[in-house]
């Protein structure tokens, strides 16, 4: 037993559900993406949660109305419109689930309205002690007009942050977009997000196995969890930029908590999204931090690295911020352990 070990959380990933939150702009083809998921014979046993029924045109005929606002679509999925507190909703459909008085499902996927910010939800999901004893966050996925373009992104900062959040970015209506500007919109995606995967959707189809997936616990893989590769270029784009930190040494705990903390301390608003999996002295598996501006989940200490590679990786998305502040003061000893995105 480390000397550490009593600071991390032990990984428990197996035994939680996985949510996926889908995202993305007014129009941006979040609804017709569902309704094509819902359909998918794999994605039966999925629980569904959306902000009201009569904002979402499901094609799907609602039958069996169950408790509250809970129904089961004909495709066999669960699904529950939430008017209030979404902690409320989650807590109360597993409460039913474990009761018997809901279909048992495997998977929650929540549909967030055009013009919400996402990052609550997720801080939800990662540092909520009422649910992260039964759920873990998997994907989030954003939903990208193809057909108007970057305008949205432009201008509004909720389309902004919804592209910045994401795990996967789907760039929809291809088929109605000359290809010239879907492929500019494609290169503009990736400096605002690089570590998301971007995907080309029409009508809404696409494979789930795509799609979710997205968490630590289905990679076991450090560099595709990150999605290291796509990070070799730092670049601004709309005042977003990447930066990557690798340490091949073992870090200081309380050296990396310390720095850290400061960041999140004064500019937390401006650290869009978070993801590191470290080598921490004294510790023999990897630590895996992951935050949403100043919201971050409980360190946990994986049992084991996947391979002999024991670089600590460090991924930040930020938003109006300078790299000379962001890697000021990271304790990753000497210079060449820091590798700009």
């Not at 699904?79 to 989650?90: E, K, S, T, Y």
């Not at 989030?140 to 994401?166: C, F, H, M, N």
């Not at 605002?192 to 189809?205: D, L, R, Y």
Request: net charge negative.
């Amino acid at each position: 037993m480390s000397t550490a070990s009593s600071l991390f959380d032990r990984d428990r990933s197996a035994e939680r559900l996985p949510v996926s939150l889908i995202t993305g702009f007014l129009g941006s083809g979040k609804t017709t993406l569902l309704n094509r998921l819902l359909q998918r014979p794999e994605m039966a046993d999925s629980a569904v949660i959306i902000n009201e029924f009569g904002e979402t045109a499901l094609d799907h005929l609602l039958v069996e109305p169950i408790a509250g606002e809970a129904v089961v679509l004909a495709s066999g999925c669960l699904c529950c419109a939430v008017r209030g507190d979404l902690q409320i909703a989650l807590r109360r459909l597993l409460v039913q689930r474990d009761r018997g008085e809901v279909p048992a499902f495997s998977r929650v996927l929540i549909e967030t309205s055009g013009l919400a910010d996402p990052a609550p939800v997720v801080q939800l999901l990662l540092n909520n002690p009422l649910l992260g004893h039964d759920l873990r966050l998997d994907t989030v996925v954003a939903t990208i007009d193809g057909a108007a373009g970057l305008s949205p992104v432009e201008r509004y900062a909720e389309a902004l942050k919804q592209a910045a959040l994401a795990d996967r970015l789907l760039v929809t209506k291809t088929d109605i977009a000359p290809a010239a500007e879907v492929e500019a919109l494609v290169r503009a995606l990736h400096g605002i997000n690089p570590g998301a995967s971007i995907e080309i959707v029409v009508h809404g189809e696409i494979d789930p196995a795509r799609l979710f997936g997205a968490g630590l616990h289905e990679q076991r893989d450090p560099g595709r969890w990150l999605n290291i590769r796509a990070y070799h270029d730092h670049r601004h784009t709309h005042g977003i930029s990447a930066v990557s930190f690798v340490a091949e040494q073992p870090l200081d705990w309380l050296a990396f908590h310390r720095w850290l903390g400061d960041l999140r301390a004064t500019y937390g608003d401006r650290l869009l999204r978070v993801k590191g999996v470290l080598n921490v002295a004294d510790e023999e598996g990897p630590v895996v931090i992951h935050g949403v501006q100043h919201i971050f989940h409980p360190p946990v200490a994986l049992r084991r690295w996947p391979d002999g590679d024991r670089t600590s990786r460090l991924v930040m998305i930020v938003r109006d911020l300078d790299r000379e502040t962001v890697v000021a003061g990271w304790p990753g000893r000497a210079a060449q352990d820091l590798r700009p995105g």
